[in-house]
């Protein structure tokens, strides 16, 4: 009969929380660099026909 090796149990657990803790930070840095790349394109001028021009005010 034939027994298969069986991996250290310790070892194992170990391996998964190193993978599912790398797999979390990079998700963690993807939405942290995604919020800092919208919160970038809030500070844009955003201009419409609408709008007065700096030389149209009043003044």
């Given at each position: 009969m034939i027994r298969l090796a069986l991996s250290d149990p310790l070892g194992t657990a170990l391996t998964w929380v190193w993978a599912l803790g790398t797999a979390a930070g990079l998700a963690m840095i993807g939405t942290l660099a995604q919020g800092e790349y919208?919160?970038?394109?809030?500070?844009l001028p955003h201009t419409s026909l609408d709008d007065p021009g700096p030389d149209d005010a009043a003044g």
């Open positions: 919208s919160a970038d394109q809030d500070f």
